[in-house]
């Protein structure tokens, strides 16, 4: 039946608006060798072990396991429910820079709720009090550490934790290894028990470590054009990660962390070697699910065999700007060519990393739908649906409302219609890395933006936009260009902006930001995006090129009487590193592609 309602999705997608390119398949890619540290800082002499603080459940487990990695000295904590034995296993792995303490009160509504379930918690190396230096969510380290956890945990209380019945779920951080936890699922204990993942839940991921970091403004293929580093992001991450702790007292990054970021400050992106190709080789080859071909291998032998899939359930934030949109869509895009029924939902919103709101009413309206996606993947209870829900993202001062949810059969399906809009003029875009025009929009790492939480400040308003070719479409001309009846309606998916570019420089980075503009002039951010040209060569000059720019999408309900305002610069700093390469480049024939929908409530 799940099969046939994925079929039935598929079908309707080809019929709908194309959000991204054809061909959603990640091109093949010879990576070099992996950059690690390991073994050192271990935690040597460190007690190992787990001590329960009670003998009936409710328990609670905690104290030190050593990796089979390298022996390091991990801190974990194991929380037992009262009931009937064994009780499924959920590992919750925290954010950048967190602990096992991160987001905690999701643990006790998982101990808690009936079915109910094991809760592992661990820091991961470098972080909170485990030993060790950060590998940065390595496939040979912290992935390998994942495994060895659990499977000690399964030994150690064979008693009370299914090993038949495990789901890796993480928000940040920790979303991108639950993604990387699927290249894996199945895999035996030091004592013999087999242990199965069942399911993994990514939150606010990265899929492509690279393309996330790095956007070029392909997203298939973020290697092949170096892109513009997300320069606050990047630097607000570094620096929140590092350690400072008395009973730690050593470094908790290696040392080829900093030489990679002391490169990404000082040179114009690049794969050059040796430091050049050895992040991409790191960064893409060895911490992004996207650029795993063996994993795609094996869904597709699971196609043709007819073999059971990893079921998945992805949250995604409309308005995260460090790891948006596309970084759920590349995964579920090929997921579903390769198997049309491949068993994946997802969920997108106002949550995230900033801009994102992070409402707590959205939370916990998300999270209810994870622990129903649990109960049915390692319980059997309830059902499940592999659709895609989208929350419409309104103004910080407006509460979230769980009517605001669309629920749809594919990602495609978001938008029933589009507009396409020329807009009239030419500008030419003078290279000025001082240009502050993205400063007001720019969505600084704060203390706990890496989780999912409320702390995070919202931007300030835009005050100086800059120096940026600058143009506006009213709604109702949109409206009508779509087919959609006059008055308010949603813009649904991705817009796309397309345009005749003309530059001597061989490398330009190019900006697009897109405002709704109100009747009374109040303008808030809707979506944003990026793209990089380069010819390859100091020597070659680009010249003419036909530019599209996807950006990164929202759900947002647009009035009548609104304006839309699109912004195209070469300079979105410092939200993107400005490029190091002086450009003028002359922009016309704009064109503005708008993926709208009625309203439906």
């Given at each position: 039946?799940?099969?046939?309602?994925?079929?039935?999705?598929?079908?309707?997608?080809?019929?709908?608006?194309?959000?991204?390119?054809?061909d959603?398949?990640?091109?093949?890619?010879?990576?070099?060798?992996?950059?690690?540290?390991?073994?050192?800082?271990?935690?040597?002499?460190?007690?190992?072990?787990?001590?329960?603080?009670?003998?009936?459940?409710?328990?609670?487990?905690?104290?030190?396991?050593?990796?089979?990695?390298?022996?390091?000295?991990?801190?974990?904590?194991?929380?037992?429910?009262?009931?009937?034995?064994?009780?499924?296993?959920?590992?919750?792995?925290?954010?950048?820079?967190?602990?096992?303490?991160?987001?905690?009160?999701?643990?006790?509504?998982?101990?808690?709720?009936?079915?109910?379930?094991?809760v592992?918690?661990?820091?991961?190396?470098?972080?909170?009090?485990?030993?060790?230096?950060?590998?940065?969510?390595?496939?040979?380290?912290?992935?390998?550490?994942?495994?060895?956890?659990?499977?000690?945990?399964?030994?150690?209380?064979?008693?009370?934790?299914?090993?038949?019945?495990?789901?890796?779920?993480?928000?940040?951080?920790?979303?991108?290894?639950?993604?990387?936890?699927?290249?894996?699922?199945?895999?035996?204990?030091?004592a013999?028990?087999?242990?199965?993942?069942?399911?993994?839940?990514?939150?606010?991921?990265?899929?492509?470590?690279?393309?996330?970091l790095?956007?070029?403004?392909?997203?298939?293929n973020?290697?092949?054009?170096?892109?513009?580093?997300?320069?606050?992001?990047?630097?607000?991450?570094?620096?929140?990660?590092?350690?400072?702790?008395?009973?730690?007292?050593?470094?908790?990054?290696?040392?080829?962390?900093?030489?990679?970021?002391?490169?990404?400050?000082?040179?114009?992106?690049?794969?050059?070697?040796?430091?050049?190709?050895?992040?991409?080789?790191?960064?893409?080859?060895?911490?992004?699910?996207?650029?795993?071909?063996?994993?795609?291998?094996?869904?597709?032998?699971?196609?043709?065999?007819?073999?059971?899939q990893?079921?998945?359930?992805e949250?995604?934030?409309?308005?995260?700007?460090?790891f948006?949109?596309?970084?759920?869509?590349?995964?579920?895009?090929?997921?579903?060519?390769?198997?049309?029924?491949?068993?994946?939902?997802?969920?997108?919103?106002?949550?995230?990393?900033?801009?994102?709101?992070?409402?707590?009413?959205?939370?916990?309206?998300?999270?209810?739908?994870?622990?129903?996606?649990?109960?049915?993947?390692?319980?059997?209870?309830?059902?499940?649906?592999?659709?895609?829900?989208?929350?419409?993202?309104?103004?910080?001062?407006?509460?979230?409302?769980?009517?605001?949810?669309?629920?749809?059969l594919t990602?495609?399906?978001?938008?029933?219609?589009?507009?396409?809009?020329?807009?009239?003029?030419?500008?030419?875009?003078?290279?000025?890395?001082?240009?502050?025009?993205?400063?007001?929009?720019?969505?600084?790492?704060?203390?706990?933006?890496?989780?999912?939480?409320?702390?995070?400040?919202?931007?300030?308003?835009?005050?100086?936009p800059?120096?940026?070719?600058?143009?506006?479409?009213?709604?109702?001309?949109?409206?009508?260009?779509?087919?959609?009846?006059?008055?308010?309606?949603?813009?649904?998916?991705?817009?796309?902006?397309?345009?005749?570019?003309?530059?001597?420089a061989?490398?330009?980075?190019?900006?697009?930001?897109?405002?709704?503009?109100?009747?009374?002039?109040?303008?808030?951010?809707?979506?944003?995006?990026?793209?990089?040209?380069?010819?390859?060569?100091?020597?070659?000059?680009?010249g003419?090129?036909?530019?599209?720019?996807?950006?990164?999408?929202?759900?947002?309900?647009?009035?009548?009487?609104?304006?839309?305002?699109?912004?195209?610069t070469?300079?979105?700093?410092?939200?993107?590193?400005?490029?190091?390469?002086?450009?003028?480049?002359?922009?016309?024939?704009?064109?503005?592609?708008?993926?709208?929908?009625?309203?439906?409530?």
């Open positions: 039946m799940r099969r046939w309602f994925a079929l039935s999705s598929l079908l309707a997608a080809l019929k709908s608006f194309p959000l991204l390119a054809d959603p398949l990640p091109p093949h890619h010879a990576f070099g060798r992996d950059t690690t540290r390991t073994g050192v800082f271990t935690g040597t002499g460190t007690t190992l072990g787990l001590t329960c603080n009670a003998t009936v459940a409710p328990m609670e487990c905690s104290g030190f396991l050593a990796s089979d990695v390298d022996g390091t000295a991990l801190d974990v904590t194991l929380k037992i429910p009262g009931g009937v034995a064994p009780f499924p296993l959920v590992v919750n792995l925290h954010g950048y820079g967190g602990s096992k303490q991160s987001d905690s009160s999701w643990d006790d509504k998982l101990l808690q709720r009936e079915p109910r379930y094991a592992l918690r661990y820091s991961a190396r470098g972080f909170g009090k485990s030993w060790g230096q950060v590998n940065l969510a390595d496939l040979d380290v912290e992935v390998r550490d994942l495994r060895s956890l659990i499977a000690q945990v399964v030994d150690a209380f064979a008693s009370q934790v299914d090993p038949a019945a495990v789901a890796v779920l993480g928000a940040s951080y920790g979303g991108g290894q639950s993604w990387l936890a699927a290249l894996q699922p199945q895999f035996g204990t030091p013999g028990a087999q242990v199965h993942i069942r399911t993994i839940v990514p939150i606010v991921p990265w899929t492509d470590l690279l393309g996330a790095r956007p070029n403004g392909d997203a298939t973020s290697i092949d054009v170096p892109g513009s580093y997300k320069l606050s992001y990047l630097e607000g991450l570094f620096l929140g990660g590092l350690r400072r702790d008395r009973d730690r007292p050593y470094s908790n990054y290696p040392d080829y962390l900093f030489i990679w970021n002391a490169y990404i400050l000082g040179t114009e992106p690049n794969n050059l070697p040796p430091i050049g190709a050895q992040i991409v080789d790191g960064i893409a080859g060895h911490r992004s699910i996207w650029w795993q071909d063996r994993f795609f291998q094996s869904v597709d032998d699971n196609a043709k065999s007819s073999a059971p990893l079921p998945v359930f949250l995604q934030g409309f308005t995260d700007d460090l948006p949109l596309p970084e759920a869509l590349r995964m579920y895009r090929a997921l579903r060519k390769i198997d049309p029924a491949y068993p994946i939902a997802e969920y997108f919103g106002d949550v995230g990393h900033p801009r994102a709101a992070n409402k707590s009413e959205e939370v916990d309206y998300a999270l209810d739908r994870i622990f129903q996606w649990l109960d049915f993947h390692l319980k059997g209870s309830g059902i499940a649906s592999y659709d895609v829900s989208a929350a419409v993202t309104r103004a910080r001062s407006v509460p979230f409302d769980s009517a605001d949810v669309l629920r749809v990602v495609d399906d978001l938008a029933t219609a589009s507009a396409s809009e020329d807009l009239p003029g030419e500008a030419v875009l003078t290279f000025n890395p001082a240009n502050t025009g993205g400063l007001f929009f720019d969505p600084f790492v704060f203390s706990g933006c890496e989780q999912i939480t409320t702390v995070c400040a919202a931007p300030p308003p835009d005050v100086v800059g120096d940026v070719a600058t143009y506006s479409v009213p709604a109702s001309q949109i409206a009508a260009d779509a087919g959609l009846p006059a008055g308010s309606f949603l813009m649904a998916g991705q817009p796309v902006v397309s345009f005749h570019a003309d530059t001597t061989y490398r330009v980075q190019l900006d697009v930001r897109l405002y709704q503009v109100t009747a009374s002039g109040e303008s808030t951010l809707a979506t944003r995006g990026t793209l990089t040209l380069d010819s390859g060569s100091p020597v070659m000059a680009l003419p090129r036909e530019v599209r720019i996807a950006a990164y999408g929202n759900l947002v309900e647009i009035a009548g009487s609104d304006t839309l305002r699109l912004e195209i070469n300079v979105d700093s410092p939200y993107i590193a400005p490029s190091r390469v002086p450009s003028v480049t002359r922009v016309s024939k704009v064109s503005l592609t708008v993926p709208v929908r009625p309203l439906f409530r």
